[in-house]
């Protein structure tokens, strides 16, 4: 009886966690740099491109820390962030990255090192 209540227990979690994982996801786009709840400076990095390297699908980030390289994979969403511009966010590519540019990095599993899960560039 102790095993069928802990194994519908774990379920129920499980089932609970893959919507609030998707729909993190899916809002993503439409909250501006650095105010991403319990996300921003705490599970992600920001600051501005050094280099991009489009055909090893990487960039050179500063940030207040150091510098980092991300790694951009098929996987790794990118944002535009146009929230000082007045207008809506809009869904961006790696050909986006430009040297300059400020950023927003959430790195995979939160690992600094792993791909960019996604990443938020701020348009001007």
Known sequence: ???YITVTGILITLLV???ITAAEKAT??????????GLSDRHSATGRIEQVN???NTLTMSAGSGKYTVK?????????DRSKMGQPNL?????DCKK???LEVR????ERGRPAEWIKLEMQ
Not at 72 to 80: A, E, G, N
Not at 107 to 110: G, N, P, S
């Open 1 to 3: 009886m102790s095993k």
């Open 107 to 110: 790195f995979e599993q939160d």
């Open 28 to 37: 993503e786009l439409y909250i501006p740099m650095g105010q991403s709840p």
């Open 100 to 102: 300059g540019m400020m």
């Open 91 to 95: 869904y961006g590519s790696f050909a």
């Open 72 to 80: 951009v994979s098929k996987r790794t969403m990118i944002y535009l």
């Open 17 to 19: 966690m893959v919507p």
């Open 54 to 56: 489009y055909s090893q």
